[in-house]
């Protein structure tokens, strides 16, 4: 009996928990680096349920030592019964801990080559207007290596923003799973110069979450000057370009060291 109360007191504890690992993952759209603030929240929370399990368990041997100088032996097996669920339920917070620590924190290692960006950013600033594509990738040891630039027919686009055909994306992304190959970048531009005119907007990131939701995939955008910011919307990636003719600024930013050599 002691035994299905411990287990369906798991269960429930486990499915209150889990929660914790689907919870959606918001960051700020500035710093655009990954769930740091949301993971450090949900280590708080299992902290909590831990140090509050700890506390009772700490307080309960204490009564079940006194229990036993008394002699009530009811009390006794109530007791032990009620420490063997607390040390069941610290040992799933612990376990939950670490699955929560292994999900946050999966890397994604994205790779692509400096002629491959060059030609990105003449595609998506050639015009006043906002320019948009996509970049194929394969799978190699882990790293998301870009093979290709794909561009498709827009919907919308303006200075202010763009949109690809529904059909013709859809279609791109299942022909190159076809191929055994995957989108792993949407690149696009900003108006505007500087790094800090590079920085996604609500809608970059809405639309950017939508993706993420069933491919691993980076964003790209470009100022007008050659500033390049890699982002996320809730992943934790790495970003690396081979090659010359850019250089790293900072974290997931990168610039084109002479944008005058871009032909147009």
């Given at each position: ?7 369906s007191?798991n ?16 960051i ?21 349920e ?27 097996v ?21 699955t ?113 939701k ?12 050659g ?17 010359s ?18 032909e147009?």
């Amino acid at each position: 009996m002691k035994d299905k109360k411990n287990h369906s007191s798991n269960i429930r504890l486990g499915q209150r928990f889990r929660k914790l690992l689907t919870t959606p993952i918001t960051i700020s759209f500035v710093n655009a680096v990954g769930p740091v603030g949301e993971s450090i929240a949900i280590a708080k929370r299992l902290e909590r349920e831990t140090s509050l399990r700890r506390d009772q368990r700490q307080v309960l041997t204490t009564s079940i030592c006194n229990d036993v100088k008394r002699g009530n032996t009811k009390q006794v097996v109530r007791g032990l019964g009620r420490l063997d669920q607390i040390d069941s339920e610290l040992e799933l917070l612990g376990s939950i801990h670490q699955t929560s620590e292994s999900t946050l924190h999966q890397r994604h290692s994205f790779v692509f080559s400096s002629a491959m960006l060059l030609e990105s950013f003449r595609l998506c600033v050639a015009k006043p207007e906002e320019g948009m594509h996509f970049i194929l990738g394969v799978d190699l040891d882990g790293s998301l290596v870009g093979t290709q630039i794909v561009s498709f027919p827009y919907a919308s686009r303006s200075i202010a923003g763009a949109s690809g055909v529904h059909e013709a994306t859809h279609a791109i992304a299942i022909q190159a799973h076809e191929f055994g190959h995957r989108i792993i970048a949407i690149i696009h531009s900003h108006p505007g110069s500087g790094k800090g005119a590079n920085h996604p907007s609500h809608v970059d990131m809405k639309t950017h979450e939508t993706w993420e939701k069933t491919h691993d995939i980076v964003g790209g955008i470009w100022s007008r000057d050659g500033y390049l910011r890699f982002f996320s919307a809730d992943k934790v990636f790495d970003a690396r370009v081979i090659g010359s003719r850019i250089q790293r600024i900072e974290d997931h930013v990168w610039k084109i060291e002479e944008t005058s050599d871009v032909e147009m």
